[in-house]
């Protein structure tokens, strides 16, 4: 299990010139009141829906899956009294597993608790300040935010989530193991191994093995999720090349593999209907993946247009919704040898 770790990007203020007569603004709460702070903004944002940039719809606190837990509302409620933003606030939420920020008028009310927010959005990451966000707001709502004597933004980012995640056992390399394991590095996890015909006449395999390799499941909730699905990660991940007795060439393609910008990630389990389900994520492996066929990853085709099917693509790097990169590799019939043809740019229709 990882342990959620927060941090504080951002506290920008800006004054706007008052309109007409000054309404009386609430005092800033005492910090004994955080609590009754935490449940009144959680009562105002439970099954409220945010439009996603992708064009689906996203609940903002609720079950797992949901933008917001009731632990991250307290959490931002913490964040907001030492940013010294009350009355009223701009809440940024940024999850770094997602590509995007969930946007939060906070305001309180005459009586000391939080009003029902006026404004809640969904918008790609970016730099926030006050000019930043009135043009976000301006965008999601077709109108300029509402006018303040002071307009406080404030950025609550979550750089980890909790999860569980499989390490994968080893197997036995060198004395003792048999086939294309007993030709791999000691650790190597062989994720997947295809027969490649170099018309020699003699058996070849290509094959992707892992090492330091961890399965993690995914909750299924975002477009990066979506992408990779239930994802095998590595500290290496090879693609190798081998004959019958001996490995031919080995490519390592770690630094290419870039996924959502933590290390490199390999689909094993697209994400189905219901992975986002409550209580979906504490079911036992054997129960939620036992029956599922895993992506498939050595994939041969002609790829370069050389009329050999001889090239794989890896899912790269997620940039958004719209777009990811791929990784084509492959083998030179000649040579025998592996390599990087290119990266290229996939688009995925919206969701």
């Not at 009310?109 to 730099?127: H, Q, T």
């Amino acid at each position: 299990m990882m342990r959620a770790a927060v941090r504080l990007l951002l506290v920008t203020a800006a004054l706007l010139a008052p309109l007409g007569a000054e309404s009386k603004a609430p005092l800033p709460p005492s910090p004994e009141r955080a609590e009754a702070l935490v449940d009144s903004l959680a009562a105002r944002l439970e099954g409220r829906t945010v439009r996603l940039p992708g064009g689906s719809d996203e609940t903002v606190l609720g079950p797992p899956g949901a933008l917001l837990s009731a632990e991250r509302v307290a959490t931002c409620v913490k964040t907001l009294f030492a940013a010294e933003g009350w009355p009223s606030s701009w809440l940024v939420v940024q999850d770094l597993a997602r590509p995007f920020d969930l946007v939060v008028h906070v305001v309180l009310g005459e009586d000391g608790n939080i009003l029902a927010p006026d404004v809640v959005f969904a918008a790609s990451r970016r730099d926030w300040d006050a000019d930043v966000l009135e043009a976000a707001v301006k965008e999601a709502t077709g109108k300029k935010p509402p006018r303040e004597k002071t307009r406080s933004v404030v950025v609550q980012s979550f750089t980890t989530r909790v999860v569980t995640t499989y390490v994968y056992e080893g197997t036995k390399s060198g004395k003792g193991a048999g086939g294309l394991a007993a030709l791999l590095p000691e650790g190597a996890i062989l994720r997947e191994a295809r027969s490649v015909d170099l018309g020699d006449g003699l058996p070849h395999t290509l094959a992707v093995a892992l090492l330091g390799a961890r399965f993690v499941p995914s909750d299924c909730s975002s477009c990066a999720a979506r992408m990779f699905g239930h994802a095998d990660t590595a500290a290496r991940v090879l693609l190798v090349l081998a004959g019958e007795k001996a490995l031919e060439d080995t490519l390592d393609l770690t630094e290419s593999l870039r996924g959502i910008g933590t290390g490199a990630e390999l689909p094993r389990f697209a994400c189905r209907e219901g992975d986002k389900a409550p209580g979906e994520s504490d079911r036992a492996y054997e129960e939620r993946f036992g029956t599922r066929e895993p992506v498939r990853l050595v994939d041969l085709e002609d790829l370069n247009g050389d009329g050999l099917a001889l090239e794989i693509a890896l899912p790269g790097e997620f940039l958004d919704c719209a777009r990811h990169t791929s990784i084509v590799a492959g083998v030179d019939r000649r040579s025998k040898k592996l390599r990087v043809l290119f990266e290229r740019m996939d688009r995925e229709a919206a969701r």
